[in-house]
């Protein structure tokens, strides 16, 4: 019972950062209709921002700030510069050209900062608290929890009770009549890219602590994890992004602890096969009538 | 005076095919005019070139004394025009509400905005009372005045409407036509109307504007199209 219970907390904690991550790739996709595989890099890139401002204040909260910033940065200019000039005909053109922008950023990465990993400080213990003698959570974990908690309801605040909110979620789903409405549909994609790259830049810096450092792959198995989770949540539905985070960082805690961790990469893949023959569209996946 | 548009050997297409052909027409500021034609025309062509949303080959079109090129789609409506395109005129994923909101976001007198807003749940009872019900639930009618009232949010000088009585009863096709007439009359509101409901069309229009194959073919007082029977017979075939 009490190692139930501390999978279970250690599931939450991981599952709040892919629910971060997995809300970063449906921020795109409702945005542009692409699922972003440059995701993990662009985490990992702006991490590596986030990190040599924390060594060189040795500030963890300015480090945190300047990689969210940093996220914002590059996901315009992803969005600008690349993004906007590929022909969305074919889905395909998306993947191959994300792809090929994870191999660049990885390279630059690893000529500017290397290829060894780099120690990443948590700002807070990581030790796990007793709560009556059962290894609970550590005071990492909350943060990791109420971090991930604070931008989910910020994000969902933005998108429903703000006029900004209201145009990104008009231009995804009819552009052309919100062109006629005034609203400037290119400029709200950038903003949904923008906003996107800033969380996952904050799900990067969340997650870099709990594994073995800095390094640019070391986003590679989190962001596979974060993809299921997406999926499973339904890639449409922030809220499903969430859940499927949360449940797919338990699943995999339990596997993980009760089968060992070299069954963990394969739990991925079998949950993302069975949501994908059970429920392609997601849990949260609603079949609506659209257009008149 | 000149007219609020003008038109002037206006073309476009869709890649190299050409579907509109030199087309040439005035509305006067205050009218209505109605574009009328068989399928293939052209009608929702004009619109949606008139609009921005296609680029065209030729031609030039002036509204409000300034020549439209490359002006940019979302710019429009800020100068008084705005085009309800057919069909797919709401949000249907966003609520009566928003679909009204989003109509005024643009605007900077945010009272006057909300006022508007007002008005058209006064005018259009029915989605007074489904304010908080998603697009998709609206009934065809409903919907129609949905995009009609979120279009009069903007005050716009120039309308141009798509096909609004499109699968809508005849009683609430009057309605709207009636109400057209009205905005016209009072607010000197101008309107640019294609319309496959001929004889509903020509009820309320000042000007008749028969269009076929890309080409206006005439363009006539729609008192005269309404009661010259050979005229009507000649161009529209009934």
Redesign the interface.
């Known amino acids: 019972m009490d190692r139930f219970l501390f999978l279970t907390f250690d599931g939450l904690s991981t599952g709040a950062v892919y629910a971060a991550f997995a809300l970063a790739l449906v921020l795109i996709w409702r945005a542009a209709r692409l699922v972003n595989f440059a995701q993990g890099a662009m985490a990992v890139a702006t991490a590596y921002v986030g990190y040599a401002v924390v060594s060189a204040t040795g500030s963890y909260w300015l480090g945190l700030g300047a990689a969210v910033l940093a996220g914002l940065a590059l996901g315009a200019l992803v969005e600008r510069v690349l993004m906007r000039f590929v022909g969305h005909a074919n889905p395909l053109n998306d993947v191959i050209v994300a792809l090929g922008l994870v191999l660049l950023i990885q390279a630059v990465l690893g000529i500017v900062f290397g290829n060894e990993y780099r120690p990443a400080a948590a700002p807070f213990d990581t030790d796990a608290l007793s709560l009556g003698g059962i290894a609970a959570m550590s005071p990492y974990d909350l943060w990791v929890l109420g971090a991930v908690l604070a931008v989910v309801v910020l994000l969902g605040l933005l998108f429903t009770r703000t006029?900004i909110g209201?145009?990104m979620?008009?231009s995804a789903?009819?552009p052309?009549?919100?062109?006629?409405?005034?609203?400037?549909?290119g400029r709200m994609l950038t903003v949904g890219w923008a906003l996107a790259a800033a969380v996952g830049a904050l799900a990067g810096m969340l997650v870099v602590p709990t594994g073995l450092g800095l390094h640019p792959h070391a986003m590679d198995l989190v962001f596979v994890v974060a993809f299921t989770a997406a999926v499973v949540g339904g890639l449409d539905s922030p809220a499903g992004a969430v859940v499927g985070g949360l449940l797919v960082g338990l699943i995999l805690s339990y596997v993980t602890g009760y089968l060992g961790p070299d069954t963990t990469p394969l739990a991925i893949l079998v949950l993302l096969l069975a949501v994908l023959l059970v429920r392609p569209g997601g849990l949260f996946s609603s079949v609506?009538?659209?257009?008149? | 005076m000149s007219a609020l548009l003008e038109v002037e050997a206006l073309s476009s297409g869709y890649g190299p095919v050409p579907v509109l052909r030199e087309v040439t027409l005035d509305v006067p500021a205050g009218t209505i005019a109605a574009v009328l034609g068989a399928n293939g025309a052209g009608k929702t062509t004009l619109l949606r070139t008139l609009s921005g949303l296609l680029r065209p080959t030729g031609g030039r079109v002036r509204y409000d004394g300034a020549d439209l090129r490359g002006v940019p789609v979302e710019r429009l409506v800020r100068r008084g025009l705005a085009h309800v395109p057919e069909g797919r005129g709401i949000v249907a994923e966003l609520t009566v509400e928003e679909n009204l909101r989003l109509g005024g976001l643009w605007r900077r007198d945010r009272a006057d905005a909300r006022r508007a807003q007002d008005e058209v749940y006064q005018l259009f009872e029915p989605l007074a009372r489904r304010r908080r019900h998603a697009g998709h639930q609206l009934s065809g009618g409903e919907r129609q005045m949905l995009a009609l009232g979120r279009a009069l949010i903007a005050r716009p000088k120039l309308l141009l409407l798509d096909e609004p009585s499109l699968g809508l009863a005849p009683r609430v096709a009057a309605q709207i036509m009636a109400l057209l007439r009205r905005l016209c009359d009072n607010d000197g509101l101008t309107v640019l109307l294609v319309e496959q409901n001929v004889r509903s069309a020509l009820s309320v229009a000042d000007q008749g504007v028969v269009m076929s194959l890309g080409r206006v073919v005439m363009a006539t007082p729609a008192a005269q199209l309404r009661d010259d029977a050979t005229l009507r017979h000649a161009y529209l075939g009934f």
């Open positions: 006029p209201l145009r979620r008009s789903f009819a052309e009549v919100s062109r006629l409405l005034g609203v400037n549909v609506r009538a659209r257009h008149v």
